[in-house]
């Protein structure tokens, strides 16, 4: 089944970096936007960046934005997610996903999203 696949998750200690890769690769049908997830133990999944294939846009959540950055490299079809100054709230499993419809337009688009990857862990503890 076609779907994006994660990587980069690990362990890190709080106020440490990681960077998650989206690999894009295994799905070939359109899709408007990359979007990146988390899900803490007990929690909904919460949206926190998404970024347009095809032009230059990207968003990303109040909570993170000043620590989260997505960016894309076309040519090798990843997405990555850059985290900075990580803390104990940030522990969660991330996934990334096609946003294969758009539920709603504007500069932030909402999208319909689809082929979810497996997601990677991401622990924060000292």
């Known amino acids: 089944q076609s779907q994006f696949v994660e990587s980069g998750g690990g362990l890190v200690h709080p106020g440490g970096s990681l960077t998650l890769s989206c690999a894009t690769s295994?799905?070939?049908?359109?899709?408007?936007?990359v979007g990146w997830f988390r899900q803490a133990r007990g929690s909904e999944r919460e949206g926190i960046a998404n970024?347009?294939?095809?032009?230059?846009?990207?968003y990303v959540a109040d909570s993170v934005k000043d620590r989260f950055i997505i960016f894309k490299d076309n040519t090798k079809k990843m997405v990555y997610l850059q985290m900075y100054n990580l803390t104990a709230e940030d522990t969660g499993i991330y996934y990334c996903a096609a946003g294969v419809g758009i539920i709603r337009t504007g500069p932030d688009p909402v999208y319909e999203y689809e082929y979810w990857g497996q997601g990677t862990q991401v622990t924060v503890s000292s």
């Open positions: 970024i347009s294939v095809n032009v230059d846009r990207a």
């Open positions: 295994g799905v070939t049908v359109r899709y408007f936007a």
